[in-house]
């Protein structure tokens, strides 16, 4: 019991003194996104937005699909609803933008509270497909004559966007680090031991007293919510909407495939996903323009197979990152 | 009148929505695994009898048996390869899996076949009937789906194979205490439901035009469809199809023709909260 104690306290003052370098990278990785707009080129500014973008998507996909292991395969209907309303709202009321961002990120899980009442009765991959036919209805529905009034029909519109890029660069930087934070500061809370709950077993979680509909409503709604966030200043920084690209499934892929890379159910995870996919994706994008939507097929089939946990779960294993939740 | 060539007209596309779910419900009867990929497979089988015809001027229908042996050569080799290692686990993992798989068919589609919209001109003509006019490459279809779904059901009841495969999907454990290799009847099995949807992409190939998202649209329909048979039953895949069928027809002449293709995913998503099991389904298995 002695040697024990001896051990436990050598490897704490070890990985104290680790934690210190630790501490002072992350401090590096975070200082370093804020001068970039200033030091680089427009490309690697724009290639780093496009990465807190990504981040953002999937820490909000995370949240709900990677804590309570409800896959929601219509993850870009939040994006959508949420640029749709930021972009009315701005075009047709004029409204401030940062306000309209955010009031579309709320619009967004007010949509998901709703959706999710009705929706999470489902389990599992019933819930799973049950989304898929949600975003692939609401596309539709947005391109039809009846909301033609609102959505101005199928061709869309362009708009201009009264907000330069810095500011939208920082925005997403900042969402992207605010959404990083939610996961550590929900993954650290009684909420999110609950959510891990319902991911091993609802049945158990449900009978020591959980309300397990509430708390997956609760995590549904964090997750829309960075999604619509996110995703109106996608949509700001594309400067042109319309249903299919607002609601396009590529957004629900990229996400989906960031988060097994990386590891769902983590805080690093999706953040890890996104700065390999995002690069990877540039790289390829630059030499195979069309095939690299092929690599996100084919990442998923060997994840899904070989690293089901994701790296992060692969480096716990192998002991090569501690095997706390908060990683 | 108009209401009866409506119906009519339902009917015809219902059966080829029927054909097109029943390889997506069999393979989940074989063994429990929801194939997003579905849809992939029919637009691929589409796209080779497309090439049959357009290369070697192969008559489409007679296309059908080539476009099916090498979808399900190619569902055997997925089987194989991918498919294996994740049977009897989480159905989630499947789901995740064979979504990975069609994000890579219809990517590939779109590299190498590209985004263009592609049709076959088959028996283009029409035959009158009850006074209204129907097209011939619709009738041909529905002669074909019946064809194919009696051999099928031919086929899982009097042969070795096919009375294993029911075996299997209604009890893997005896089944395989039974002396039958559970491994090799999956394979069977989905190469099967392969060869399913190969039967219905070559018949969408004479009827719609062919391009590589056409799969999206489609596996919702089956999904659908699925869902309202009840998974795993291959009746109610087919009823399921012809209510949807029909139920788009008269949205479509009704209603409008946008609107039309909402009615697939609101029928999914009212049958999994309102009846999980399906209108008919009610542990109903391949048979």
Redesign the interface.
Same mark, same amino acid.
């Given at each position: 019991m002695r040697d024990l104690t001896i051990l436990n306290s050598n490897k704490k003052q070890k990985i104290h003194h680790r934690s210190v370098w630790i501490y002072l990278s992350v401090i590096f990785i975070i200082g370093f996104p804020i001068v970039i707009p200033y030091i680089a080129s427009v490309y690697i500014a724009s290639v780093l937005f496009l990465l807190f973008i990504c981040i953002g998507y999937a820490q909000g996909w995370n949240i709900m699909s990677g804590f309570t292991?409800y896959?929601n395969?219509g993850y870009s209907l939040f994006i959508g609803i949420a640029g749709y309303v930021s972009v009315i709202l701005v075009i047709d009321l004029g409204v401030w933008w940062p306000i309209a961002w955010f009031l579309s990120g709320v619009s967004a899980s007010i949509v998901a509270f709703v959706l999710g009442i009705?929706?999470l009765? =489902?389990r $599992?991959?019933?819930f799973?497909? $049950?989304m +898929?036919? =949600?975003l +692939?209805?609401i596309q *539709? *529905?947005f391109?039809?004559?009846?909301l033609a009034p609102i959505t101005r029909g199928g061709y869309g519109f362009p708009f201009i966007v009264p907000v330069s890029f810095n500011v939208m660069y920082y925005s997403a930087y900042l969402i992207a680090l605010l959404s990083t934070f939610i996961s550590y500061k929900i993954i650290t809370s009684r909420f999110g031991a609950k959510l891990l709950a319902i991911r091993e077993d609802e049945e158990a979680a449900g009978s020591i007293g959980i309300n397990v509909t509430m708390n997956k409503i609760i995590a549904f709604v964090i997750s829309a919510f960075f999604g619509g966030l996110v995703g109106s200043i996608h949509i700001a920084f594309q400067n042109y909407i319309e249903p299919h690209s607002a609601f396009n499934?590529h957004w629900t892929?990229v996400p989906?495939v960031m988060v =097994?890379l990386g590891g769902p159910g983590t805080v690093w995870g999706p953040v890890i996903g996104a700065l390999i996919l995002t690069f990877v994706e540039e790289f390829l994008w630059s030499h195979f323009t069309?095939?690299y939507?092929?690599i996100?097929?084919?990442?998923?089939?060997v994840l899904? =197979?070989l690293v089901?946990g994701g790296i992060i779960e692969w480096l716990k294993n192998r002991g090569k990152l501690p095997k706390i939740r908060t990683i | 009148m108009e209401l009866i060539s409506i119906i009519i007209g339902g009917l015809l596309l219902g059966s080829l929505y029927g054909l097109a779910a029943c390889g997506l419900s069999f393979i989940f009867g074989v063994m429990t695994i @929801?194939n997003v990929a579905h849809a992939e497979f029919i637009m691929l089988s589409a796209y080779i009898t497309f090439w049959l015809w357009f290369f070697l001027k192969i008559n489409p229908i007679l296309a059908i048996i080539p476009s099916m042996f090498i979808i399900f050569i190619f569902c055997i080799l997925i089987y194989r390869t991918?498919i294996n290692? @994740?049977v009897g686990e989480?159905?989630?993992?499947s789901? @995740?899996?064979t979504?990975? @798989?069609?994000?890579?068919?219809w990517?590939?589609a779109?590299?190498f076949f590209t985004s263009t919209f592609r049709s076959i001109a088959y028996s283009t003509g029409s035959i009158s009937f009850l006074g209204s006019f129907f097209p011939m490459n619709k009738i041909i279809s529905l002669i074909i789906v019946s064809i194919i779904i009696g051999l099928l059901q031919a086929f899982l009841k009097w042969t070795k194979i096919g009375k294993a495969i029911r075996a299997v999907s209604q009890n893997p454990g005896v089944a395989s205490i039974s002396g039958i290799d559970v491994y090799k009847i999956r394979m069977y099995g989905f190469g099967i439901g392969g060869g399913l949807a190969a039967v219905a992409g070559s018949l969408i190939a004479i009827q719609w035009s062919i391009f590589p998202l056409m799969g999206?649209?489609l596996i919702?329909k089956c999904?659908?469809i699925v869902?309202i048979g009840g998974l795993g039953s291959i009746p109610g895949a087919l009823l399921g199809g012809i209510i949807l069928g029909l139920a788009e027809n008269i949205g479509t002449m009704y209603w409008?023709a946008?609107?039309a293709?909402?009615i697939?995913?609101?029928l999914?998503?009212l049958t999994?909260?309102l009846r999980?099991q399906g209108l008919f389904g009610y542990e109903e298995r391949v048979d």
């Open positions: 292991g896959v395969f009705i929706m009765r =489902l $599992g991959s019933y799973a497909i $049950g +898929l036919a =949600l +692939l209805g *539709l *529905l391109t039809s004559k009846y499934i892929i989906i =097994l069309q095939a939507m092929m996100y097929g084919f990442v998923m089939v899904v =197979l089901p | @929801i991918v290692r @994740i989480m159905q989630l993992t789901l @995740i899996l979504f990975g @798989i069609s994000i890579f068919m990517n590939f779109q590299v999206a649209d919702l999904f659908a869902a409008d946008t609107m293709n909402v697939a995913p609101l999914l998503i999994f909260l999980p």
